[in-house]
């Protein structure tokens, strides 16, 4: 296995070779806004799949995910009630840019999880604008718990103006898609 880390390791240097290294000038001109997909709460006892949003700016990168209650947005309205767990990391970092095409960031943050009841037999409905509604139950939180989040992703540059990064952090482990919203096709 060390082989084929170092030969692909060998492989990225001779194909970037006339590249400069660590160029920290190059994230002066990277605004970047993405959407991520991957598990939250990680080695908790209450992790489940979330969606989230990140946000880049001159090499600072702040990402969100969220877990929501399974049964918070059931539509069926029944007397039951769930035991439901739901999950929240945020995390910031820095992007190091190794190579043109490859960053660095080690990340900190802070996530927590809670577990609770759903409700089945409230419902609840926000209107969202002229022809929108969202329904939803009662979600008590019974026990919450607070951690120290820290970790690492890596950012590919495949094109000009879009990103794909990976993290993996203490209690998350998640994948994403961003837009370099300065990037020459947007002018």
């Not at 945020?90 to 960031?105: F, T």
């Not at 409230?122 to 929108?132: A, D, K, L, M, P």
């Amino acid at each position: 296995m060390k082989k084929y880390v170092i030969l692909v390791a060998l492989v990225a240097a001779a194909m970037s070779a006339s590249a400069q290294w660590f160029d920290f000038a190059s994230n002066k001109e990277r605004y970047t806004f993405g959407f991520n997909f991957g598990e939250v709460g990680r080695g908790c006892n209450y992790s489940d799949l979330g969606f989230g949003a990140s946000l880049g700016v001159y090499g600072v990168y702040i990402d969100f995910i969220n877990a929501s209650p399974e049964h918070k947005y059931d539509n069926h309205v029944t007397p039951d009630r769930y035991r439901d767990t739901a999950a929240t990391a945020i995390n910031i970092g820095y992007q190091i840019p190794v190579l043109p095409w490859l960053r660095v960031m080690p990340l900190i943050g802070h996530c927590y999880t809670r577990a609770g009841i759903t409700d089945a037999s409230t419902v609840n409905i926000e209107v969202n604008g002229e022809y929108s509604a969202t329904m939803y139950h009662d979600f008590d939180v019974i026990s919450r718990r607070h951690y120290f989040n820290y970790g690492c992703g890596l950012v590919i540059d495949p094109i000009q103006w879009a990103n794909i990064y990976a993290v993996y952090t203490r209690h998350a482990i998640y994948g994403g898609i961003s837009i370099n919203l300065k990037a020459d096709w947007l002018r």
